[in-house]
Nanobody
Framework: VQLQASGGGLVQAGGSLTLACAASERTLSKYAMAWFRQAPGKEREFVAAVSWSGATTAYADSVKGRSTISRDNDKNTVYLQMNSLKYEDTAVYYC????????????????WGQGTLVTVSS
């Protein structure tokens, strides 16, 4: 299984970006998918997740109200739209999937993409 993340780049503070993560196998469409991020010198942290149907979402407090996670199962793709970006959002963003059911959206993912870099200039 491969997860291909895209959409990262350089953006000014206050700007917006939409990240996309395409899964190579339809299996991942049956389960929750998520975004995590890792800033330089920091541990990887949870950003947002969406249930297989798209009906349930979860967000870290740091991005809540500024970000929207969504998915298109026909395209095996999950999106993360980020608005009002802050310098603190600078990080490598990783998409994650799982090949098993779990009710916990915040962790327990076993498939990871290669990451896409988001740099927010202040």
């Amino acid at each position: 299984v491969q997860l291909q993340a895209s959409g990262g780049g350089l953006v000014q503070a206050g700007g917006s970006l939409t990240l996309a993560c395409a899964a190579s196998e339809r299996t991942l469409s049956k389960y929750a998918m998520a975004w995590f991020r890792q800033a330089p010198g920091k541990e990887r942290e949870f950003v947002a997740a969406v249930s297989w149907s798209g009906a349930t979402t979860a967000y870290a407090d740091s991005v809540k109200g500024r970000s929207t996670i969504s998915r298109d199962n026909d395209k095996n793709t999950v999106y993360l739209q980020m608005n009002s970006l802050k310098y603190e959002d600078t990080a490598v963003y990783y998409c994650a999937g799982r090949t098993f059911y779990s009710g916990n959206l915040y962790d327990g993912y076993d498939e990871w993409g290669q990451g896409t870099l988001v740099t927010v200039s202040s």
